[in-house]
């Protein structure tokens, strides 16, 4: 079965959100349309609407995570949703449990929705086939595939400041290779018919085939970064990498790292992007992720109004399907 067949209802809404991949731009829309409607929220003296109220959203994170995690359980809270975390360093699955095992014991909870991050490729996708009618798999992070609602909040962090897409030049600098991020703002960039997508970084951080997903490739830092209107940096993905791909991280730095200077190849009202965590001094320069052109703090803000928005369209969509 497809993503986009797993992912949407008979009538074309979010049942589940696994993976940017064979949504069309009508959805995306409504997603950053609905986050839009959620972001007044944080200014209320009371910041919840009752939404998921009597729903039951657990949290599953194999893998390690801050931003992501952390917003996804404000967003719940927000919605008025009943919060599991599951510790999966003291789960059954330490004790040889099987991931389907653990999924069905908690569907056993009356689990509504779930939210999983694993190291595993597909993994969002597999546990989709497997929950019982009504129950949703929102994928926050799967392998080096997919990363969702963290390329619709960077798209919402480009429409607050450029409004649209269609006349920018947007600019994904690091290791694309190892970014699960970097396949979905790719994904995200082209379906809302953005003017020109780039990535940049050596040889040996950018895939061979990548062409074939509708960007232009530079190895040059400086030629690709010429009148861009966004930056997006990458972190260095050093625990999926095998081998040597780098000499060092100095070099590195002095090749593909963001600078002050370098900046000024961009266009002069650029905005400077990065999904987290970063690494100062490794692909940005302190005085740029501090700087008067980084939204890099109003992503994570942002995360909290799309990650509600996914979630409320699910629920909704559920709801009418019952």
Same mark, same amino acid.
């Given at each position: 079965?497809?993503?986009?067949?797993?992912?949407?209802?008979?009538?074309?809404?979010?049942?589940?959100? =696994? *993976?940017?991949?064979? &949504? !069309?731009?009508? #959805?995306?829309?409504?997603?950053?349309?609905?986050? +839009? $409607?959620?972001?007044?929220?944080?200014?209320?003296?009371?910041?919840?609407?009752?939404?998921?109220?009597?729903?039951?959203?657990?949290?599953?994170?194999?893998?390690?995570?801050?931003?992501?995690?952390?917003?996804?359980?404000?967003?719940?809270?927000? =919605? *008025?949703?009943?919060? &599991? !975390?599951?510790? #999966?360093?003291?789960?059954?699955?330490?004790?040889? +449990? $099987?991931?389907?095992?653990?999924?069905?014991?908690?569907?056993?909870?009356?689990?509504?929705?779930?939210?999983?991050?694993?190291?595993?490729?597909?993994?969002?996708?597999?546990?989709?086939?497997?929950?019982?009618?009504?129950?949703?798999?929102?994928?926050?992070?799967?392998?080096?595939?997919?990363?969702?609602?963290?390329?619709?909040?960077?798209?919402?962090?480009?429409?607050?400041?450029?409004?649209?897409?269609?006349?920018?030049?947007?600019?994904?600098?690091?290791?694309?290779?190892?970014?699960?991020?970097?396949?979905?703002?790719?994904?995200?960039?082209?379906?809302?018919?953005?003017?020109?997508?780039?990535?940049?970084?050596?040889?040996?951080?950018?895939?061979?085939?990548?062409?074939?997903?509708?960007?232009?490739?530079?190895?040059?830092?400086?030629?690709?970064?010429?009148?861009?209107?966004?930056?997006?940096?990458?972190?260095?993905?050093?625990?999926?990498?095998?081998?040597?791909?780098?000499?060092?991280?100095?070099?590195?730095?002095?090749?593909?790292?963001?600078?002050?200077?370098?900046?000024?190849?961009?266009?002069?009202?650029?905005?400077?992007?990065?999904?987290?965590?970063?690494?100062?001094?490794?692909?940005?320069?302190?005085?740029?992720?501090?700087?008067?052109?980084?939204?890099?703090?109003?992503?994570?803000?942002?995360?909290?109004?799309?990650?509600?928005?996914?979630?409320?369209?699910?629920?909704?969509?559920?709801?009418?399907?019952?």
């Amino acid at each position: 079965m497809s993503y986009q067949n797993l992912q949407l209802t008979q009538d074309g809404k979010l049942k589940h959100f =696994l *993976s940017i991949e064979g &949504l !069309n731009k009508s #959805i995306l829309n409504d997603i950053l349309d609905t986050a +839009e $409607s959620f972001t007044s929220i944080t200014d209320r003296t009371i910041k919840k609407v009752p939404i998921l109220r009597g729903k039951t959203v657990a949290n599953l994170f194999f893998e390690a995570s801050t931003r992501t995690r952390s917003t996804f359980e404000l967003a719940a809270q927000r =919605l *008025s949703a009943d919060i &599991l !975390n599951l510790n #999966i360093n003291t789960s059954a699955t330490v004790k040889g +449990e $099987s991931l389907l095992d653990t999924i069905q014991n908690l569907e056993a909870m009356q689990i509504d929705m779930f939210v999983i991050r694993h190291q595993d490729s597909g993994s969002a996708h597999f546990f989709a086939q497997h929950v019982r009618p009504g129950v949703s798999v929102l994928n926050a992070g799967d392998g080096q595939h997919a990363h969702p609602t963290q390329a619709m909040l960077d798209m919402f962090t480009i429409r607050r400041h450029k409004q649209q897409f269609e006349n920018l030049t947007v600019a994904i600098v690091g290791d694309i290779k190892h970014s699960r991020v970097a396949r979905s703002q790719i994904h995200a960039l082209n379906i809302l018919n953005t003017g020109q997508v780039r990535v940049i970084g050596p040889q040996t951080l950018i895939p061979k085939d990548c062409e074939t997903l509708g960007v232009q490739v530079y190895h040059d830092f400086d030629q690709g970064l010429k009148d861009v209107d966004v930056v997006i940096m990458l972190r260095l993905q050093k625990e999926r990498m095998t081998g040597a791909l780098l000499p060092s991280e100095k070099e590195y730095f002095q090749q593909y790292g963001l600078t002050s200077d370098r900046l000024k190849l961009a266009k002069p009202d650029a905005i400077v992007m990065h999904p987290g965590p970063a690494n100062r001094g490794i692909e940005i320069e302190s005085s740029v992720m501090d700087g008067n052109q980084s939204v890099i703090l109003q992503q994570v803000t942002f995360g909290i109004a799309v990650r509600m928005a996914v979630m409320s369209m699910i629920a909704s969509s559920s709801e009418n399907e019952q």
